[in-house]
């Protein structure tokens, strides 16, 4: 299994900016521009300098979706963007509320038509929202719907940061907490998401704190030494699932490239370096990995690890043949992790009417065309 980062994009140069990854196109993608770049790119057009702030406010405070509702830049201006630059905006096609706790969950199409996920939960401390990182996903993990299909493509910083500016603009309130936990594997399209990591707490746009984000990763141990190097000040989640490598072999293919020593590793030298606690989530499987006794190998492992560990009952879904672990499994499981001084919470399932697993969404809708076509 290939597992290397295949991307590289040099995003101190914006002129190749919207012509990376999948989305094909000789325009510059205006959105994924940090301002510096988008200064350079206004310098470049003989336009002044203050410019640049007035479009980045547009693109990024007022969150417009086209260069038409930019109301102080002048005709002239707005047409040279629009031959030079791509202006995309998500289109929701499908939004599903909750009845039990407002939970919306999202589907938007991209402008290549490739369909993609996101979540919006309700919490007392504010407006949490559960981004895609990919279209699909290469990663296999057996439980997960996103993967079933394989991985599509990257998404681009302005798509991931669009998945934020569409829910805002829906619900009319602001977003105050980001996790990268929906479909893909953010490390796996790594410079496109410390991209939006940027775009997203930059003080000139949303400025959500990097404190309020959490990124999760199946665990790609070289980049989380990336990551540390770069002291990331966001939430490092570990999808760690399992007490032993033969136990995560079973669930996770990305554990045949690293072991959960290694994985550990690299997690102590995050902490070291960014002082941030790590977060890592086992979602219970009955019969797989829910035991206690792989609980006392569990607790064994990540003591003296600064860290919390989230159990997530496993969503079943209808292409694989896992069960959830029973309510008193789950109890003993977190009772025994919490005799090693760890920090244990079970995650509260939001949304329950209109939940399916991770992924499990798009997938049905796309079978759904497919078929529609077949039909045809
Ligand atoms: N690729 C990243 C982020 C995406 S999934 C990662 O692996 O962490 C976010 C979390 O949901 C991960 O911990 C993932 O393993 C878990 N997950 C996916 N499908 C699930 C399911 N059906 N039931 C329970 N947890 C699931």
Known sequence: ?????????DWKSYDRLGKVDGVMSDKIDIKSLNLNELN??????????????????????????????MSNISVSLREKLKEQCDLKALKPVQILTSQVDGTKKYLFELSDGNIIESVLMRYHHGNSVCISTQVGCRMGCKFCASTLDGLERNLTPSEMLDEIYAIQTDIGERVSNIVLMGSGEPLDNFQNVMKFMELISDQNGL??????ITLSTCGLVPKIYELADRQVQFTLAISLHAYDDNTRKELMPVAKA?????????????????????TFEYSLVSGVNDN?????????????????????????????????SDKIAIEKFKNKLEKYGINVTIRRE??????????????SYKDQIIKEKEGE
Request: hydrophobic letters at 40%; proline letters at 2%; a positive charge.
């Open 292 to 324: 206690e006794a792989g609980a006392v190998k569990l607790g064994e492992l990540l003591k003296g690890i600064n860290c919390h560990v989230n159990l997530i009952p496993v969503n079943p879904i209808k292409e694989r043949d896992f069960k959830q």
């Open 350 to 363: 939001m949304g329950r009417d209109i939940n399916g697993a991770c992924g499990q969404l798009r997938k």
């Open 207 to 212: 400025n959500i704190s990097q404190r309020n």
């Open 40 to 69: 350079n790119l206004l310098a470049d057009m003989g336009e002044k300098a203050f410019r640049a702030k007035q479009i980045y406010q547009w693109l990024h405070i007022k969150l417009v979706r086209s260069f038409d509702e």
């Open 258 to 278: 690293y072991s959960i020593a290694e994985v550990l590793k690299a997690c102590k030298y995050f902490f070291e370096k960014t002082g941030r606690r790590l």
């Open 1 to 9: 299994m290939e597992l290397t980062v295949s991307l590289y994009v």
